[in-house]
Nanobody, 121 residues
Framework: QVQLVESGGGLVQPGGSLRLSCAAS????????MGWYRQAPGNQRELVAT???????KYADSVKGRFTVSRDNAKNTVYLQMDSLEPEDTAVYYC???????????????WGQGTQVTVSS
C-alpha cells in the first residue's frame, strides 16, 4: 500500500511564501513523475507543477516565476516553494506521483489527501 502525505499548507498574506512537502511511503519500487495540482471551490482540479525523476519541470502559466517544484529521490519527497502568493492561489493543493510497487507492476497514479492554502489579508 502506498501513501502520499502532504504538509505545509496554511494561511498567508498576499505577497507571502509557503513551502509544501509531500512524502511517499509504503510499498514503493520506483517513482517516476511527481507533482502538484490544486482545486479552488467551484473549479476543476488543475496542474500547478510537475517534475520528472531527472528533474525536468513543467509549470502552469499562472505560477511561472513564482513557484518552484523540486524533489529528493532518496526521501521519496516532492516540494513546492510558493513565493509572491496571490489571493487567486487559494485552493486545496494535492500531491501526485506515478509509482510502481514492484518490478512486475505497472505505473499507477497516487494522490495525497490535499492541504489547504489560503492567501488573504
Amino acid at each position: 500500500q502506498v501513501q502520499l502525505v502532504e504538509s505545509g499548507g496554511g494561511l498567508v498574506q498576499p505577497g507571502g511564501s509557503l513551502r509544501l512537502s509531500c512524502a511517499a511511503s509504503g510499498s514503493i519500487f520506483s517513482i517516476n513523475g511527481m507533482g502538484w495540482y490544486r482545486q479552488a471551490p467551484g473549479n476543476q482540479r488543475e496542474l500547478v507543477a510537475t517534475i520528472t525523476r531527472g528533474n525536468s519541470t513543467k509549470y502552469a502559466d499562472s505560477v511561472k516565476g513564482r513557484f518552484t517544484v523540486s524533489r529528493d529521490n532518496a526521501k521519496n519527497t516532492v516540494y513546492l516553494q510558493m513565493d509572491s502568493l496571490e489571493p487567486e492561489d487559494t485552493a486545496v493543493y494535492y500531491c501526485n506521483a506515478l509509482i510502481r510497487t514492484s518490478i512486475s507492476d505497472g505505473w499507477h497514479d497516487y494522490w495525497g489527501q490535499g492541504t489547504q492554502v489560503t492567501v488573504s489579508s
